[in-house]
């Protein structure tokens, strides 16, 4: 059973930073696609960053030079480090990782920013 554990989250001010987390079965190997999505209320679900084998990542706009996304192949973790935070990337944050066959999500991990 394959499962993703999103942990990090929390309340930060504009400016601020925060890492999430995302622990995941070992059945999702280096080789898969493993991305962070977000959902802000009232809003369609969407792409943050993507990270995929030999460490091709991918940013959304709202995202670039602020957010970098990694992964440890070795904990099993995927990361999404978030810096320079603004009210508007509130949201839940929401770890997927697909082997092409099936696709997965987590539970969600909400970031609010705010003052």
């Known amino acids: 059973q394959v499962q993703l554990v999103e942990s990090g989250g929390g309340l930060v001010q504009p400016g601020g930073s925060l890492r999430l987390s995302c622990a995941h079965s070992?059945?999702?190997?280096?080789?898969?696609?493993m991305a962070w999505y977000r959902q802000a209320p009232g809003e369609q679900r969407e792409l943050v960053a993507s990270?995929?084998?030999?460490?091709?990542?991918y940013y959304a706009d709202s995202g670039k030079g602020r957010f970098t996304i990694s992964r440890d192949n070795v904990k099993n973790i995927l990361y999404l480090q978030m810096n320079s935070l603004k009210p508007e990337d509130t949201a839940v944050y929401y770890c997927?990782?697909?082997?092409?066959?099936?696709?997965?999500w987590g539970q969600g991990t909400q970031v609010t920013v705010s003052s």
């Open positions: 997927y990782a697909t082997t092409g066959l099936s696709q997965y």
């Open positions: 990270i995929q084998s030999a460490e091709i990542t």
């Open positions: 070992p059945i999702i190997s280096s080789n898969y696609f």
